[in-house]
């Protein structure tokens, strides 16, 4: 397999160039105009070939959200958070705990935070009003870390702290991601129950937020907001290629020369980018409330979102 840099189960699926994998199901159905993948890694050695932890990979792509379509908005983010409510745990009175990764100064990584300060956190009012608190709201609470260029602290190490300190039930995730193809940048939103690899794809690796480190279940979510100028450069000389088959080692030779140079390590992302994330992170913080807050209304979850 050619090594891809892309965060997508499916994009990694596809770049192993074969219709079956062992140990891999892939499914595929579309919904409310949604088109939905379903990667599901049986096993760890399965996923080695992939690249991919074991799991349950969930992909939905709606290229409505690029023009802002308000139809396909409202698809994405309700059936979004259908299927965090049928990933998270929800036992209990302990609170879910949402964590919005990135650097809320630079645009493309800024999606976590903004997610989260549209996120509906209750757990304050169960614990100083509860005689003023609506019952058919659940205990939440939020925090954005920042990043360790920031703050110093390891993202992991804060959240180890928290999770002590909390005790939650639940940890869901909302993270940037990158791809592998450009139509899928702020179309496209990955749900999983692996847990997460902060900065992996733009090749910052830092500890795991996984069920396996904090010992709490972790939801991970995120939607592609950029992608390397490697890739596309190698999709532009595919488009020039007469044959592309027959020029493929020669496409990867020159793809490997472009990742030992400077350009290897450039992402690029729309110019329109700064619309794209607030509406993102208004997609997404929708879909986390809905699926947090499931006795409350649409029109009382986006009246307190505003």
Known sequence: MRH?????????????GRDEI???KVNHWETMGVTVTEVI???EDAGRQIGKAAGNYLTLECPGIRQRDIDSRLAMSNLLGEEIARMIRR???????????GNRNITPDSL?????????VTRHMFREIPEFTDKRMRSVCAIAPGVLGVTGIETME???????CLNPQSIVCIDALSARAADRICSTVQ???TGIHPGSGVGNHRRALTKESLGVPVIALGIPTVIYAATLARDAMELISADREADGAALDDIEQQLLKADIGDMIVTPREIDDLITDAAGIVAAAVNRALQPELSEEEILSLMD
């Not at 804060?158 to 002590?164: A, D, F, G, P, T």
Request: avoid cysteine; glycine fraction near 8%; aromatic fraction near 2%.
């Open 41 to 43: 890694i049986q096993d």
């Open 22 to 24: 062992p140990g891999v």
């Open 158 to 164: 804060m959240i180890e702290s928290l999770v002590k």
């Open 191 to 193: 749900l999983t129950d």
């Open 4 to 16: 891809i840099r892309t965060d997508l189960a499916m994009e990694s699926f596809q770049a192993a």
């Open 91 to 101: 036992e209990g009175d302990q609170p879910v705990l949402v964590v919005g990764l």
């Open 112 to 120: 976590g935070p903004k997610a989260v300060d549209k996120t509906l």
